[in-house]
């Protein structure tokens, strides 16, 4: 099936510096990708949804300017957290479609520690 | 809004026990439901899935019916195995599997 890759798996970084999560798809093109977050023992938000060669459409409630997007190629999207702080502290993971309208494939997730 | 409900865990089984982790929904218009599954370190994968009413969904001894009448989706498996631990997610999408609702997940396990 479908692979996608994320990278890091996980990074422990300090509050007030940026972490960029790098999300590919390793035998396939995706013109879409997602992100999403999961806390603790509950399941997985959307955040935002990846486009490549345009901006990146976010959901309500998610700072577009804390948590930057981008869709550099066919193959790669890029989340980065900007000015890390704790609360930001979570498993982010990604997804594609390999069709559009497709099943998605999922990424095994980053885990993100900001101390 | 869309949304998925699914029973809490976690749930502990003995090797061989019925399975059932009930999962309800609610959507505008007419959701495509799915049932992911989660190993330890490992992503998401795609268990089943059903695109309408009535149709039922089946991978590896999992089932799972598209019920619109009482807009459930609740997955069942007749004899569990211990490599069925894992965490299960219910969720729908409505427009062509693009924006997927997740259920916080139920966390199964089987123990010998």
């Known amino acids: 099936g479908a692979v996608v890759s994320q990278h890091p798996s996980w990074v422990i970084c300090k509050s007030g510096t940026s972490v960029k999560i790098e999300c590919r798809s390793l035998?396939?093109?995706?013109?879409?990708m997602f992100w999403y977050r999961q806390f603790p023992k509950q399941s997985l938000m959307l955040m935002a949804t990846?486009?490549?060669?345009?901006?990146?459409?976010?959901e309500q409630g998610v700072e577009k300017d804390k948590f930057l997007i981008n869709h550099a190629s066919l193959t790669l999207s890029t989340l980065t957290v900007t000015s890390a702080h704790p609360e930001d502290s979570s498993f982010y993971i990604c997804?594609?479609?390999?069709?559009?309208?497709?099943?998605?494939?999922f990424g095994p997730g980053t885990r993100l520690t900001v101390t | 809004g869309n949304s998925v409900t699914q029973m809490e865990g976690p749930v502990t089984l003995s090797e061989e026990a019925f399975l059932t982790i009930n999962c309800t929904y609610t959507?505008?218009?007419?959701?495509?439901l799915f049932w992911y599954v989660q190993y330890p370190g490992e992503g998401l994968q795609l268990l089943l899935k059903?695109?309408?009413?009535?149709d039922k969904g089946s991978n590896k001894g999992f089932e799972a019916t598209y019920r619109k009448e009482t807009t459930s989706f609740h997955l069942e498996k007749g004899s569990v195995q211990v490599s069925d631990s894992a965490v299960y997610f219910c969720?729908?999408?409505?427009?062509?599997?693009?924006?997927?609702?997740f259920g916080a997940g139920t966390r199964l396990t089987v123990k010998p």
């Open positions: 035998d396939f093109q995706a013109t879409t």
């Open positions: 997804s594609a479609p390999r069709l559009a309208g497709g099943e998605q494939y």
């Open positions: 990846s486009n490549e060669g345009s901006k990146a459409t976010y």
């Open positions: 959507a505008t218009g007419y959701p495509s």
């Open positions: 059903a695109t309408k009413a009535d």
């Open positions: 969720a729908l999408s409505i427009t062509n599997n693009n924006d997927m609702r």
